[in-house]
């Protein structure tokens, strides 16, 4: 069974970062698109930061030139960097793995930024 386990999230100021994590297991990812979601109350789930297996990388407009997304040295890893953070990133943050038509989502990793 495949799961991804997001982790980093948590209670920072405007202006700090963070670094979120995702690790999945279950099975070898080789030539997947990662992405990071993102959710916050009342909210539809939006599309930060995609990685695609060929290694091309698209952002959000909103989080462009703030937030990068990168592959660990195994491919079942995938972080997303945030720097500058703003009150309005806070959001559930979801991570996902697609590949050859399966769809895999992490529980999510809540991530508060206050003013």
């Known amino acids: 069974q495949v799961q991804l386990v997001e982790s980093g999230g948590g209670l920072v100021q405007a202006g700090g970062s963070l670094n979120l994590s995702c690790v999945a297991s279950?099975?070898?990812?080789?030539?997947?698109?990662a992405s990071w979601y993102r959710q916050a109350p009342g909210e539809q789930r939006e599309l930060v930061a995609r990685?695609?297996?060929?290694?091309?990388?698209n952002y959000a407009e909103s989080v462009k030139g703030r937030f990068t997304i990168s592959r660990g040295n195994v491919k079942n890893t995938v972080y997303l960097q945030m720097n500058n953070l703003k009150p309005e990133d806070t959001a559930v943050y979801y991570c996902?793995?697609?590949?050859?038509?399966?769809?895999?989502w992490g529980q999510g990793t809540q991530v508060t930024v206050s003013s």
């Open positions: 279950g099975r070898t990812f080789v030539d997947n698109d």
């Open positions: 996902n793995f697609y590949t050859r038509g399966s769809d895999y």
């Open positions: 990685l695609t297996g060929y290694g091309i990388t």
